[in-house]
């Protein structure tokens, strides 16, 4: 058990009437689908988050969740470090009608049967905030002599087809 160890489950409804904050880590290897997208699966995520109600009454969870993932680079296909900071501001809902009716500065977050695993909810922040094509930064990579070098062991190996004509041609003016 972790020292900073996060709730399984929790009402975000009734924590969200009572302003209820958590801080916490949750560790990566735990996180599946997460993990699918990463060189490496070591580390943790730090998490804090606050349930509350807003001005209009709209019960939401604000929070941030901080950590340091491998991923692999597409250029160059090694690991690099990345990390990853995001903050949200989820508004809680038991219905996608009412998903519907929130604010713009809310993404929803539909909670149909009054539970909330929170390491689910995490593990979808996280990999919202995965990038699409992972790279890194391009002076860190080394992607272009990787390419240069396969190009010049491609075009060693084959000979111009521009040669075969070009000996056709000479063979067809000695005749």
């Known amino acids: 058990m972790h020292k900073d160890t996060l709730p399984l489950k929790v009402d975000p409804f009734r924590f969200a009437e009572n302003a209820v904050s958590l801080n916490g880590a949750l560790f990566i290897k735990e996180m599946q689908r997460f993990c699918s997208s990463l060189a490496s699966d070591q ?37 690099f470090k990345h990390e990853i900071i995001n903050e949200f501001l989820l508004g809680i809902v038991h219905t ?52 240069e070098s396969s190009a010049h062991e491609v075009s060693v190996g084959r000979e111009s087809p521009f040669k075969v004509i070009e000996s056709l041609r000479s063979k067809r003016k000695k005749i």
């Open 43 to 79: 580390g943790e995520v730090k998490v804090s988050m606050t349930f509350d109600r807003d001005e209009q009454g709209i019960r939401h969870i604000k929070g941030r969740i901080t950590t340091e993932v491998m991923l692999q680079c597409q250029r160059c296909l090694r690991p």
């Open 96 to 147: 996608e009608e009412e998903a519907d009716r929130l604010p713009d500065r809310y993404d929803p977050l539909i909670v149909s049967d009054g539970a909330l695993v929170i390491s689910d909810m995490i593990e979808e922040e996280l990999i919202i905030s995965l990038p699409l094509v992972p790279m890194h930064n391009t002076k860190d990579c080394n992607a272009e002599v990787f390419h």
